[in-house]
């Protein structure tokens, strides 16, 4: 048996892992869709090497793994390369999810996917619930900066790749503002973690 799947998203940056983390500490187990795309494309994968065969064995690193830097860099400039490096994770992505999930122990309360383009691609629908970390648009790109030691334009692109922050908020059943600091922050999904518990006949 699946158990309740519930959606956390956000913008780039915007503290998704940080959430995510705490959701973990509450004894809720979390998937992460980015963990699973570097999974589908280790070194040795199929994954790789279709990449390989569509963008080149430049994208690689010295030590044959895929240098996510440069195909970024190729990628979010650019929506057919975009859509074709979508075409090649997104499916394998999904069906390593699946597995994921039908492994959790039916006893969890629920469980948290974490995923940055869940309302982009559609499949926060096919969930209980979502959860939207917000952040304001000057915090994010400063973080994405530090972060991935980006220029500005180079994060605006990032941003920019994704659907805009009020599209996801549209959509949230749950918002967690990551303007505060961390004791705010924790606060708010301990909140919303036991609104989840009575939403989902799950409290004890």
Known sequence: MVVPVVGLTGGIASGKSTVARAFAAAGVPVIDADMLAREVVAPGSEGLSALIDTFGADILAPDGSLDRKALGARVFHNDELRRKLNAITHPRIGRLSAERLSAIDASAPYAVYEA?????????????ALIVVALDDARQLERIMQRDLLSEAEARA????????????????????????????????????????????RAT
Do not use: F, S
């Not at 940055?116 to 209980?128: D, F, I, K, Q, T």
């Open 116 to 128: 940055a383009l869940l309302v982009e691609n559609g499949l926060h629908r096919n969930m209980r």
């Open 158 to 201: 990032r941003v920019a790749a994704q659907a805009p922050l009020a599209q996801k908020l549209a959509v949230a059943d749950y918002v967690i503002d990551n303007a505060g600091d961390l004791t705010a922050l924790h606060n708010r999904v301990t909140a919303v973690h036991r609104d989840l518990l009575l939403q989902l006949g």
